[in-house]
């Protein structure tokens, strides 16, 4: 199987150079119209279908892969040092992705079926679809050319094969770790499409904005595996890791983070050139940007540049990767300086107090935060380099420069959908600011008031003050959003006849790209707040013998066992406690730790229980060695969970935004109306 | 500049805004147990598990509870924050600090995200004043009574003055 996955990997890496280079040769062809001994088209078909048997030729590799793993073909060095015979099946399956050379063949693979469905789809339109086809196989050959000599998934260890593996680190050893990675290499890889898009239309200058909206769906999708990818790992180090929180700025999390957010910048500014023509340059390197920082966030975390508790997979590839970062940006470089004249955009704005600018000032804060993060994960790199000594940039330098940067964000969540395009009268703005500040001053009088700080402290430390701001802007925020579905709704019903749930959902249908994005921001506002309620966590530490008590916020926790248990994969001590608040038993948590007997690494398995004020999250810290007992951890997370409802909630916003919206004839079909319209409302288009 | 802040509510609101800021970087700690928890999250834990001080976990960490019996002594002794960050550094490393110091090079780290931010806020503003001033050189077209009556009936319909 280790034969057939290489040979795979092999005529894999064959097929996409043959893409890459008919491909760039047709297209000369087209571009120039010289003529050949095969028609360009031709020529360039033939590419395509070369990149669509990468897909085939990499699906077989993998398959060969996860075979070998199921299998316990120790021979491969991967699957020796990254399985045993003990390991579940669904962990054997993500043993994929574990280490190095199988994560990078799962990339491979992504990209592989990414190029499969564009070049499946290519009848959209031809050219494009061709230009962003070689492209893709450009980058192809490169991941194809690591897993084939640089990080082979398939070589064979040398000398006698062990009867058993090392087994898989203790830490992926959890369901969430079963999704996390792929989603998460989901959205990276799939910026490469966006990328070769952009590219591919800048370098045939593509007529109008079309080719935006070819994109936009991928982008949008990418973008929602991104955020998906990165709230599974937020959840997987909370549950996991033990510590009580669930984003440390560790150098891994800041690499997956900044293509979110550049990613996060070029959907909304993509906006202002649909629809106004502005912007070309800036787009075109926003998504330049997003790209080039998946290829530097792999090459911060697995070249071993930065440390980092999430780095499964460190080597020496980092050669690889900065050459075809260097590349990649000479192209872009290239290209940008040779087609520029093409990008030349019609900038106008009517007034700073406009939907424009609040884009504008929207981008200009994420790629400010952006920059913050690349700047505190290079900086220790750059501080070696300068002074000789390398200093750690750790959660308070991002929590003291990013949050005010994040709080900012906020605010102009909100104030982005009360202003119109183009401009509008000191009169509109008061009237549609009034609603959102009434909520923010209410929401800091009653967090004053009623909250679970005297009033003097809440502005006695950074974390209190900075939550203050966050629940009063959130407020804002929502207000603001919510009003706007109310007046929205609200003409509908009047001309309808509908209840104002029914006109809410027809005036999502009718534009499901604006409202969807505004439950988007909802869903952000929301996570926001859950954020904010880590100002307040608390945490207690004892250790319990039997029927010895220990409280934290409400609860009180009764130790009423201690148990050991094993099986095949790992041994484990667990503590049982009953769970008391106001006097009454209201439920029983089970805190465990592990020591999985392949790699006989110790791991913490968290018990948390639930709701939506807080989580009470309990830790098995280990046991005394003097007593033989017990020492648990204890913590209270306000808010917790409203981190995980307002992901579900971006999802579902961006589902939204990703179906297309009725148009006036469909929606009147949908919602025949009770009573004669005279005219169509104008309710549709805009962002 | 000047034009910039001709109007002087503008001027107010952004002294506002630089007031919020200031408060947002000066307030801090003040009882001993909530200086506690704030210094221990100032420290990474030195056994290299790459976790802050307070809140490294790890079974039998060798170093973890010593740094924090050091920090406590420290505090008992009536050392300033100053003098803990020093004798930590001066012990285990400049990388015991979670976060870069205010001199020398390390100052750096934190003034670049500020300018950064304030450069790009400034050239935004700029920019779109640059933009908004162009569109004025360009002649408006005439308003027709046809196209008022739709202003009209767009501001009827969407109970809003022409937003969106």
Not at chain 1, 231 to 253: C, I, N, Q, R, S
Not at chain 1, 676 to 685: D, N, S, T, W
Request: with cysteine; charged share 15%.
């Amino acid at each position: 199987m280790a034969t057939f996955g290489s040979l795979a990997l092999l005529i894999g890496l064959a097929l996409a150079a043959y893409n890459l280079f008919a491909g760039g040769v047709a297209l000369r062809l087209i571009a120039t119209g010289q003529q050949a001994a095969i028609s360009p088209e031709r020529l360039a078909d033939t590419a395509r279908r070369a990149g669509i048997a990468v897909f085939v030729a990499v699906t077989a590799a993998a398959f060969a892969l996860v075979f070998s793993v199921f299998n316990n073909d120790f021979s491969i060095t991967y699957i020796m040092e990254h399985s045993n015979r003990a390991l579940p099946g669904p962990y054997k399956f993500a043993a994929l992705w574990s280490g190095q050379e199988g994560s990078l063949l799962l990339w491979c693979w992504l990209l592989a079926t990414y190029g499969f469905v564009l070049r499946l789809r290519h009848k959209t339109d031809v050219k494009l679809y061709a230009y962003a086809g070689t492209i893709l196989a450009g980058i192809q050959v490169f991941f194809l050319a690591v897993v084939n000599f640089a990080a082979p998934p398939f070589a064979l260890l040398r000398g006698v094969m062990p009867a058993d593996g090392n087994g898989l680190n203790p830490l992926l050893q959890y369901p969430e770790m079963v999704i996390h990675p792929p989603m998460l290499y989901l959205g990276y890889v799939g910026f490469s499409v966006p990328f070769a898009f952009g590219l591919g239309a800048l370098m045939m200058r593509y007529p109008g904005e079309k080719w935006i909206k070819i994109t936009r769906v991928w982008t949008l999708v990418t973008w929602l595996f991104l955020t998906c990818g990165v709230f599974l790992g937020m959840h997987w180090a909370y549950a996991v890791l033990g510590w009580g929180g669930y984003w440390g700025w560790d150098p891994v999390e800041n690499a997956s983070f900044m293509p979110w957010l550049t990613g996060t910048a070029f959907l909304h500014s993509v906006m202002m050139q649909e629809k106004k023509g502005m912007m070309k340059s800036w787009n075109v390197w926003l998504i330049f940007s997003t790209f080039l920082l998946t290829l530097l966030g792999t090459l911060l975390t697995r070249a071993g540049l930065v440390s980092s508790v999430h780095a499964f997979a460190q080597s020496s590839i980092g050669t690889w990767f900065t050459v075809f970062m260097g590349i990649v940006l000479a192209v872009c470089i290239f290209t940008y300086v040779l087609q520029r004249d093409h990008l030349r955009s019609d900038h106008q704005l009517e007034s700073l107090v406009s939907r424009e600018s609040s884009f504008l000032f929207n981008n200009l804060v994420l790629l400010t935060a952006c920059f913050v993060i690349l700047w505190g994960t290079l900086f220790p790199i750059l501080s070696e380099y300068v002074q000789g000594n390398k200093v750690t940039v750790g959660a308070p330098f991002y929590n003291r420069v990013a949050i005010p940067i994040g709080l900012f964000l906020l605010f102009l969540t909100g104030v982005g959908p009360l202003l119109p395009w183009r401009a509008t009268s000191l009169k509109a703005v008061k009237r549609n600011f009034i609603v959102p500040s009434i909520a923010l001053w209410v929401t800091v009088a009653v967090c004053l008031l009623f909250g679970p700080r005297p009033v003097s402290t809440w502005f006695s430390e950074a974390g209190y003050f900075y939550a203050l701001v966050a629940f009063a802007l959130s407020a804002s925020v929502f207000s603001a959003i919510a009003s706007e579905f109310l007046r929205g709704g609200a003409v509908i019903a009047k001309q309808t006849g509908k209840n104002l749930l029914v006109s809410i959902y027809l005036l999502t249908r009718r534009n499901t790209r604006r409202y969807g994005g505004y439950l988007i921001h909802i869903g952000v506002v929301i996570i926001v707040i859950g954020l904010a309620g880590a100002a307040f966590n608390k945490n207690t530490e004892k250790e319990l013998a039997l029927h010895d008590k220990m409280s934290v916020g409400p609860y009180t926790l009764e130790c009423v066992g201690f148990n050991q248990d094993s099986n095949a994969n790992f041994n484990s001590d667990y503590a049982m406690l009953d769970v008391y608040q106001n006097g009454k038993k209201q439920f029983q948590m089970a805190p465990e730790k592990r020591v999985y007997l392949a790699s006989q690494q110790p791991q913490t398995m968290v018990a948390v229980h639930s709701v939506l004020s807080w989580d009470l999250y309990v830790v098995f810290e280990g046991i005394n060695p003097d007593t033989g007992q017990p020492i648990i951890k204890a913590f209270l997370n306000p808010l917790v969970s409203w981190i995980w409802a307002g992901v579900v909630l971006i999802v579902f916003g961006t589902f939204i935004a990703l179906v297309p919206s009725l148009t006036p004839a469909g929606a009147a079909v949908k919602a025949p109306v009770t009573r004669a319209i005279q005219a169509e409302p104008v309710l549709k288009g805009g962002d | 500049m000047k034009a910039m802040f001709r109007n002087r509510k503008s001027l107010k609101a952004l002294q506002a805004a630089l007031l919020a800021v200031g408060v947002c970087f000066s307030i801090g700690a003040t009882d001993a147990t909530a200086r506690y928890e704030k210094l221990n999250h100032q420290f990474m834990c030195s056994c290299g598990c790459g976790q802050v001080l307070g809140e490294c976990n790890h079974v039998g960490c060798p170093s973890s509870p010593v740094q924090l019996a050091e920090l406590k002594t420290d505090m008992a002794n009536g050392m300033t924050d100053q003098q803990i960050f020093d004798g930590f550094a001066a012990k285990y490393g400049a990388t015991v600090l979670a976060a870069p110091t205010t001199k020398g090079f390390d100052l750096v780290a934190w003034i670049a995200p500020f300018a950064v931010f304030l450069a790009a806020l400034l050239g935004t503003i700029l920019l779109v004043r640059h933009w908004s001033l162009g569109k004025k050189q360009v002649a408006e077209p005439a308003s027709t009574p046809e196209m008022t009556a739709i202003r009209e009936r767009i501001r009827r319909e969407t109970g809003s003055e022409g937003s969106y």
